[in-house]
């Protein structure tokens, strides 16, 4: 292959990023896979919901706390901005700018996850179970998906910081940031559904 | 700048046979992936045809004593979960694995890492619900799963159906990704879209429908699992869940998936008919945006499996309506394809006979799918024999159908020989006959009231000699079944050697020799017209007629430029990784805390090591 590259007659790009890349298609179609989970998990909810009785919550749990929820969705929406920046960065060249951004939106995306599983499930778990009915099932399950893929993101971020930090990025090669950066973006929208759905909805 | 990826190296050395069974275990081409997936789904076919052989022989008299009413519950599940996830998803994908790349101009599928843990995941899913049997029963609550009866069944095997369904989901959608990636991304310079064969247009629309119909499968699958094992109440009406909730989920992914079954063999036939009628496909455009269109309507006419649940008057009519709309693009197609037909020179071979048949059953299966749209004719076929006869119409006749003729028409690029026709045809009219003998009289048999799902029925209820002649049939398929095997097997020892383009075809798949270099074109294909081969080897008189105007492809890769060709090389990690998804489903089935961290573990070291690998190595 060294032989090969020799003989190009000029430098032609080895590296592709964006829609130009494959990769970039392939995270596509997997946020779209994963919306239609996402989706899918709500319509469960609400068909539960007005399937089952003229209550809900059911059996005189109380609508969620709203405060601790919006602080959640405050820490992790503003996780998108410095994920953001950290791509728009790589393209200008910055691995400075890269790992801190990256670094703050998992640092944001940590903590966001150490409430929900710390303060906001134990606090749950208080008033109602899985096992509870079917409002606990379904409270448990929507929030711990969407914590899973919170998870998964942070897991991605990690590998991509290690990488930034190995030096593995720079303008022209970066599609391993493009599309963590995707994935974080849509994470943080699936949010924005979870919340509408698990903590406003109920006290419509 | 690309050297420190170049030079690191992964935890093993990168593996470099080609040759032998290891080189398959680290295979990542496309076309070995394809014969993988093949013979894979060919053994399960075997295995999902001797269940049905004992469910045939159990009711073959009048209280039959073959098997007892839990093993039947067991075999008939099994049966349905193995032809549908099983033989024809996978076989689907067999030659789409095989044959995308090769009739879009490309050297592999996009993603040829992924393409295999597809593979792996897609087996070791398959024998991990197959497993079931040894430890303790199979599921057996119907491919279906209807809770509450699914979350209340004892044992295990209803637990396994949630948990291999789910590896099974991902096998799919791993693969439909990088379909979609393929065929939006790779093809030769000059293959637009209208100029793409239909197979590949079916191939596409297929993998969307996997990808939104897998993950309603999962939440489903999820929501069961929840339910069964962990104290869930989805499907629990006592505290507020709703049995009917998993109809809907499943029924969502149910219809799509329909289509997921039967439009590879559309785009099969699509691709026989024209090449053994010498003309042109007739109506390409309105076939291709019969089957897009069959894509977008499949999402909306999921309730009418479900019209004996009491959804109301509106809902039932409305999805009614919407079901008697589908048959409108199925019949376009029909019609297409006699189309193509008419006034052709007619090669009468196998594969030409299977794509009839195809034809011939699925209009049977069609019409009598259009018979459930009405919903009080419904009511009385509900969990009939009627409605069985009618899915294996369209699955059998239908789906399995175009696939053999598929595999007749293909056999001679993948294995450099051809089938047999004289057995190919015996073949052929065996399971034409075998299969009306055993499909045909569950039409009546049914309307008369036989219910499906149960393992026995009383004598003297008029249904004695239809069941007899029913498994009569289900052997007469099975000895069809035979002759193919004896068919593959003769032909790798015996059978002629298949030129580069035997069938004179149309294709850029038939410009590659037989079987084709691991890199399939030596030069990348510049594709001027729909039917490019065609074009490029005949010409037209003046009179219109076509004359040959070279070879064909003798002449590709006689030079030995193709040294430089870059090609992702071989790599153990997606068959790693894939084993990791067995421990987690035993894990969970059994709730055994290690083995699901083992299973994780697992799966995520075959991940570190896919993501540190480069995806070439000198």
């Known amino acids: 292959m060294t032989q090969a590259i020799e003989h190009l007659p000029s430098k032609l790009a080895h590296t592709a990023h964006g829609p130009r890349a494959f990769g970039w298609w392939g995270m596509v179609w997997l946020i779209a896979t994963e919306a239609t989970l996402f989706a899918m998990l709500i319509a469960s909810y609400f068909y539960l919901r007005f399937r089952s009785q003229p209550e809900w919550p059911p059996s005189s749990i109380e609508a969620p706390e709203l405060t601790l929820p919006l602080i959640m969705s405050v820490i992790l929406l503003s996780s998108s901005i410095p994920v953001h920046f950290a791509e728009a960065a790589i393209k200008k060249g910055s691995v400075t700018g890269l790992r801190i951004g990256l670094a703050l939106g998992s640092l944001l995306g940590a903590i966001f996850l150490g409430l929900t599983w710390g303060i906001e499930w134990p606090e749950a778990l208080h008033h109602f179970t899985p096992r509870t009915n079917s409002y606990g099932t379904m409270y448990f399950t929507i929030t711990g998906f969407h914590g899973a893929h919170v998870l998964g993101g942070l897991v991605f971020s990690v590998w991509t910081q290690v990488r930034a930090w190995k030096g593995a990025f720079g303008a022209d090669r970066h599609l391993t940031v493009q599309n963590f950066t995707m994935y974080w973006h849509f994470v943080d929208v699936v949010w924005v559904a979870v919340m509408a759905t698990i903590y406003l909805s109920p006290h419509l | ?618």
């Open chain 2, 1 to 618: 700048m690309a050297t420190a990826a170049l030079t690191r190296r992964g935890m093993f050395a990168r593996p470099r046979a080609t040759t032998g069974w290891w080189s398959w275990v680290t295979t990542i081409d496309h076309k070995k992936i394809g014969i993988l997936y093949g013979v894979t789904a060919f053994v399960f076919f075997l295995i999902g045809g001797v269940e049905a052989l004992f469910i045939r022989l159990q009711l073959a008299r009048p209280d039959g004593q073959v098997l007892d009413a839990e093993l039947y519950n067991q075999f008939f599940t099994m049966h349905g979960i193995t032809m549908i996830f099983m033989v024809v998803m996978p076989m689907g994908v067999a030659l789409m694995n095989y044959f995308i790349p090769l009739m879009i101009g490309a050297r592999d599928v996009a993603f040829p890492r992924l393409n295999a843990f597809s593979y792996w995941v897609f087996l070791f899913g398959g024998i991990f619900v197959y497993s079931s049997f040894f430890l303790g029963g199979a599921p057996d609550g119907g491919w279906f799963g209807y809770a509450p009866l699914s979350r209340t069944l004892p044992g295990h095997g209803m637990s396994y159906y949630s948990l291999g369904l789910q590896i099974l989901g991902i096998a799919s959608l791993a693969g439909a990704v990088n379909f979609i990636v393929t065929i939006l991304n790779m093809r030769a310079p000059g293959m637009t879209f209208m100029r793409m064969p239909v197979f590949i247009w079916m191939s596409l629309v297929v993998s969307f429908l996997l990808l939104f119909a897998m993950p309603v499968l999962a939440v489903a699958l999820f929501q069961l699992m929840f339910d069964r094992l962990f104290g869930g109440n989805f499907f629990n009406p006592a505290v507020g869940g709703d049995p009917l909730l998993w109809q809907h989920l499943f029924w969502v992914f149910g219809h799509p998936e329909v289509y997921i079954l039967i439009l590879p063999a559309m785009g099969i036939v699509s691709e026989v008919l024209p090449t053994f009628s010498r003309k042109p496909l007739f109506g390409y455009a309105a076939i291709v945006f019969a089957g897009v269109a069959i894509g977008f309507m499949g999402w909306g006419v999921w309730a009418h499996h479900m019209f004996a649940a009491g959804l109301g008057p509106v809902a039932n009519t409305a999805f009614a309506l919407t079901t008697m709309f589908i048959a409108v693009p199925t019949g376009i197609k029909i019609f297409n394809w006699v189309g193509t037909m008419w006034g052709g020179s007619i090669r009468l071979t196998t594969a030409f006979l299977f794509a009839v048949g195809f034809v011939a059953m699925f209009i049977i299966g069609g019409l009598s799918g259009v018979t459930h749209a009405f919903v009080p004719h419904d009511a009385q076929q509900t969990d009939t024999y009627y409605i069985v006869a009618h899915f294996h119409y369209v699955l059998f006749g239908g789906a399995i159908f175009g696939l053999f003729g598929g595999l007749y028409y293909w056999w001679p690029k993948v294995f450099g020989r051809l089938l047999g026709e004289r057995l190919g045809k015996l073949h052929f009219w065996l399971y034409f006959i075998g299969f009306n003998l055993t499909f045909g009289p569950m039409h009546i048999v049914g309307l008369q009231g036989q219910p499906r799902r149960i393992y026995t029925y009383p004598e003297n209820m008029g249904w004695d000699l239809w069941n007899l002649v029913m498994t009569v049939g289900a052997f007469v398929i099975a000895v069809g079944t035979l002759v193919f095997i004896v068919n593959a097997v003769l032909s790798r020892k015996r059978g002629e050697e298949a030129v580069a383009d035997p069938w004179d075809g149309r294709t850029l798949e038939w410009t590659t020799p037989s079987p084709p270099p691991e890199y399939n074109f030596s030069d990348v294909p510049l594709v001027t017209h729909r039917d490019d081969f065609w074009h490029k080897k005949y010409a037209r008189t003046p009179e219109g007629e076509p004359v040959r105007v070279f070879a064909g492809a003798e002449h590709a890769d006689d030079d030995e430029h193709h040294h430089g060709i870059h090609l992702p090389s071989p790599s153990y990690f997606p068959a790693l990784a894939a084993l990791g998804m067995p421990f987690l489903g035993y894990g969970t089935v059994y709730k055994i805390l290690p083995a699901m961290i083992v299973g994780a573990a697992i799966l995520l070291l075959g991940l570190f090591g896919w993501g540190l690998e480069p995806s070439v190595e000198e």
